[in-house]
Each structure stands twice: as structure tokens, then as C-alpha cells.
């Protein structure tokens, strides 16, 4: 599937600008991500681990944060939001994003997850 910048890259108009928004906010959070590719996803990896992925569908846009524990523990504010989640994956528009503070919630608590599961094997 190829970096998180060709795919973005190969997407168009509103869609584009979402998804591009999405990955600004996680890059945003974990400077040093690099672009690369988790569960067959073009990805942004913190410290090598999946931190996130978001891709056009037919009907929607979807943002993976590759942790089934991440979304559940927000499910009230996604809820608030009126956003279709399952635990691996959230689903969003152009036309109805995700709201930033929310993204944020998400991508901290994944780093954290990651940062503490990295941690935890180095002790």
C-alpha cells in the first residue's frame, strides 16, 4: 500500500484534507513517528509500534489506532460525538470529523500504551 504520504497523496478533495488533518493531530503528538505499515495499513509507527492509520472507504473514513483498548475507554465521548466505533476502529467523514480534542485524547492514550508496553520490556 505504500507511506502514509502516497496514499494521502492518491486521495482527493475533502476526503484528503480530513484524512491529512488526522495524521497532522497524531504527528502533532509523537513528533519523531515515522511512516510505515501495521496490520497490511500504511501507517505512523511510535517507536515502531502502530499508532495510526486513517483510510478512505466507499461510505466512510476510518481511523485505526491498532489498540482494541483505546476507543472502548472513550466510548462515552465518542458516543457524545455521534461517531460509529467498533473497538479497533472509528469511523468519520469529511463532513463530520472527529473533533480534534478527541484526537488527541486517542493519540495520547496510544502512545502512552505503547510507550508503557516498551518500557515495561526494557526493565
Not at 472527529?98 to 508503557?116: G, M, N, S
Amino acid at each position: 500500500m505504500g507511506t502514509v504520504t502516497d496514499y494521502l497523496a492518491e486521495r482527493d478533495g475533502d476526503n484528503r484534507a480530513a484524512l491529512e488533518h488526522v495524521m497532522s493531530i497524531a504527528r502533532e503528538l509523537s513528533p519523531d513517528a515515522v511512516e510505515g505499515e501495521s496490520y497490511g495499513m500504511p501507517a505512523l509507527l511510535h517507536r515502531g509500534k502502530g499508532l495510526a492509520a486513517a483510510l478512505e472507504a466507499k461510505q466512510h473514513l476510518g481511523l485505526y489506532p491498532f489498540s482494541g483498548q483505546i476507543l472502548p475507554g472513550l466510548a462515552a465521548e465518542l458516543d457524545a460525538a455521534g461517531l460509529t466505533w467498533s473497538p479497533g476502529a472509528l469511523q468519520f467523514t469529511a463532513e463530520h470529523p472527529v473533533p480534534d480534542e478527541l484526537l488527541r485524547r486517542i493519540f495520547a492514550e496510544r502512545i502512552a500504551q505503547i510507550d508503557a508496553q516498551l518500557d515495561k520490556k526494557r526493565r
